[in-house]
Nanobody, 115 residues
Framework: QVQLAESGGGLVQPGGSLRLSCAAS????????MSWYRQAPGKERELVAS???????SYADSVKGRFTISTDNAKNTVYLQMNSLKPEDTAVYYC?????????WGQGTQVTVSS
């Protein structure tokens, strides 16, 4: 079965950096659509970044130039490098995978940007 496990969240000061990781299993990772979403308290879940087979990369306008999504097919892992973090980036970040038989989510990892 599809399993997604996020890690790397935590507390960081404004202007700092974090790298989130999502280890995937149970499907063909190399040609699947992988995404990072986030959900802040009281807000809807929003798409942060996505990639298909390591290409076709897109970002939300709010994170362009600051966040970078990447994949390592040898490790079946998708990353989200987050730089120049702002308090408004505070949210639970979720890894998502879309395969031909459905969409799946990890359990999420908390990112808090605060001084």
């Amino acid at each position: 079965q599809v399993q997604l496990a996020e890690s790397g969240g935590g507390l960081v000061q404004p202007g700092g950096s974090l790298r989130l990781s999502c280890a995937a299993s149970g499907f063909t990772f190399s040609n699947s659509a992988m995404s990072w979403y986030r959900q802040a308290p009281g807000k809807e879940r929003e798409l942060v970044a996505s990639t298909v087979g390591g290409g076709g990369i897109s970002y939300a306008d709010s994170v362009k130039g600051r966040f970078t999504i990447s994949t390592d097919n040898a490790k079946n892992t998708v990353y989200l490098q987050m730089n120049s973090l702002k308090p408004e980036d505070t949210a639970v970040y979720y890894c998502g995978a879309r395969v031909w038989y459905g969409s799946f989510w990890g359990q999420g990892t908390q990112v808090t940007v605060s001084s």
